[in-house]
């Protein structure tokens, strides 16, 4: 494993680590449930943004310190000045923060694994549900407070959930406030997988080391298209299988993939 950096103060902070071709983010603010300041937030952008352009990453887990995963935004500090922000600041910010974060998450070619334990409450909720695998301890709690708190939904709620779980339930969970635990959560459809205490660990190190294992280029090709179709016709989305094979086909990977079904062993991907 590679040395870390935490960014932050040591109260304050997501660590950023690489190990090997895992590129791991764990939020670590854990006396305020892991809430997220705008400090932390551009850190994780930051982060993703790299991961983006680096081809020595197969995959990235995001995950909580302590016993929650992440809590949301920290409103409270980002308003504890006094001051009344000036008129459009938050249509300002918040594109190249929390909704950029949101935005890198759902759209970066690494496959997103995620890990909830506690909260995941807001934007942290959001953050779990973006991913492409999140694992959650059955107990968990996934929460999207914000018309409890006066305001509006924002950091892709209203675009994730209808799609992920139906109009019905997102309502549920955006409109009346309802929170949801992991077991409901993964029955629902809204994460992977819900898992005992004990086993949360290492059931997020085996799916880190299949996906590190996978074909990096193919799996970031298939997610693009995946999600572009949603909102395509047949037409559409058949013209991006056409271009996603195009590609893949031009990969190391495929090739490889080619040989291993001929020689009838396992594929040794390289993420190239």
Avoid at 7 to 21: H, I, T
Avoid at 182 to 206: F, K, M, P, S
Wanted: proline share 4%; charged share 25%.
């Amino acid at each position: 494993m590679t040395d870390a950096s935490a960014l932050g103060d040591s109260a304050e902070a997501v660590d950023v680590q690489r190990d090997g071709p895992v590129l791991r983010l764990t939020i670590r603010r854990p006396g305020s449930r892991n809430a997220l300041s705008q400090s932390m937030i551009e850190t994780m952008v930051g982060a993703l943004t790299r991961a983006a352009t680096d081809d020595g990453l197969r995959v990235v887990h995001l995950c909580g310190a302590g016993g929650d995963f992440c809590s949301g935004v920290d409103w409270v500090a980002a308003n504890s000045d006094g001051r009344r922000p000036r008129v459009g600041d938050l249509v300002r910010r918040i594109p190249h923060t929390a909704h950029r974060l949101i935005e890198l998450v759902h759209t970066l070619h690494l496959p997103v694994v995620c890990t909830v334990r506690g909260w995941a409450a807001g934007l942290g909720c959001n953050l779990a549900i973006a991913a492409d695998f999140t694992l959650a301890e059955a107990d968990a709690v996934f929460w999207e407070p914000f018309l409890s708190r006066g305001f509006s939904p924002d950091s892709g709620s209203t675009w994730l959930l209808p799609r992920l779980i139906g109009l019905a339930r997102a309502k549920r969970m955006l409109l009346l406030g309802d929170k949801v635990s992991g077991t409901e959560a993964a029955d629902w459809g809204l994460i992977h997988r819900a898992v005992g205490a004990g086993d949360l660990d290492g059931e997020t190190e085996r799916l880190l080391a299949r996906l590190a294992g996978a074909p990096t280029v193919a799996f970031g090709l298939a997610k693009q298209a995946m999600h572009r179709n949603l909102v395509s016709g047949l037409g559409d989305a058949l013209d991006q299988e056409l271009y996603g094979l195009e590609l893949a086909c031009r990969t190391s990977d495929f090739k490889e993939g080619l040989a291993a079904f001929r020689e009838r062993r396992n594929p040794d991907f390289e993420g190239r």
